[in-house]
């Protein structure tokens, strides 16, 4: 079981930086894959960014790339998504999400435990 709490979201504006983290407890962490999905008032949650158990893997969705970096600290159990360059449409609760196969997908279905989620509002 891992239990996931993010933190570090906020009012920023455009072209403003902020990083979330998020706290995993549990002695599997270090076995999972982590990724940050979001969702935007009104829509579907989308896939943000994933990292592998090592860290040695990481996929960013389009919309975030070059802008987002995730990282992981496994001796603190935690991960983290550095945000730059912040635009009015990366609006959204941020949620932390676990996958215990350390797959690194891009797939929602595939991860097994979420937090309840952190939001981010970019003004412009």
């Known amino acids: 079981q891992v239990q996931l709490v993010e933190s570090g979201g906020g009012l920023v504006q455009a072209g403003g930086s902020l990083k979330l983290s998020c706290a995993a407890s549990?002695?599997?962490?270090?076995?999972?894959?982590m990724a940050w999905f979001r969702q935007g008032s009104g829509k579907e949650r989308e896939f943000v960014a994933t990292?592998?158990?090592?860290?040695?893997?990481?996929y960013y969705a389009d919309s975030v790339k070059g802008r987002f970096t995730i990282s992981r600290d496994n001796a603190k159990n935690t991960v983290y998504l550095q945000m730059n360059s912040l635009k009015p449409e990366d609006t959204a609760v941020y949620y932390c999400?676990?996958?215990?196969?350390?797959?690194?997908?891009?797939?929602?279905?595939?991860?097994?435990?979420w937090g309840q989620g952190t939001q981010v509002t970019v003004s412009s």
């Open positions: 999400a676990a996958d215990r196969s350390n797959s690194a997908t891009m797939t929602e279905r595939f991860y097994d435990y």
């Open positions: 549990g002695r599997t962490f270090r076995a999972c894959a």
């Open positions: 990292i592998s158990w090592s860290g040695l893997t990481t």
